[in-house]
């Protein structure tokens, strides 16, 4: 089946360290840019960072600069989002979208996302 699911998500402690992934199944991930979304509860979805389909261009908010590395694993069809130094403010359901080779600024640009995966931070 045509997939992107994300995982990786669960309960850590401010400060500590997750790695997300986003697993595409039924097609490849070669052509396509993989974005990373964030939703907090009462919250509109916003990007956090994006990875181009040659890996060669990231992009990150300013918000997780230094905290978020993102990355591309071609042989698992996979791309990751480590998230170090966790902060309360990171709770969110994550979510991975494609859109074609180029990030976007613009999410309405990405059509195609998996389901999410919650990260809950909490002291």
């Known amino acids: 089946q045509l997939q992107l699911v994300e995982s990786g998500g669960g309960l850590v402690q401010p400060g500590g360290s997750l790695r997300l992934s986003c697993a595409a199944s039924g097609f490849t991930l070669d052509d396509y840019a993989i974005g990373w979304f964030r939703q907090a509860p009462g919250k509109e979805r916003e990007g956090v960072s994006c990875i181009s389909s040659s890996g060669g261009s990231t992009n990150y908010a300013d918000s997780v600069k230094g905290r978020f590395t993102i990355s591309r694993d071609k042989a698992n069809n996979t791309v990751y989002l480590r998230i170090d130094s966790l902060k309360a403010e990171d709770t969110a359901v994550y979510y991975c979208?494609?859109?074609?080779?180029?990030?976007?600024?613009?999410?309405?640009?990405?059509?195609?996302w998996g389901q999410g995966t919650q990260v809950t931070v909490s002291s």
């Open positions: 979208a494609r859109r074609l080779y180029f990030c976007s600024r613009w999410n309405n640009d990405y059509y195609y």
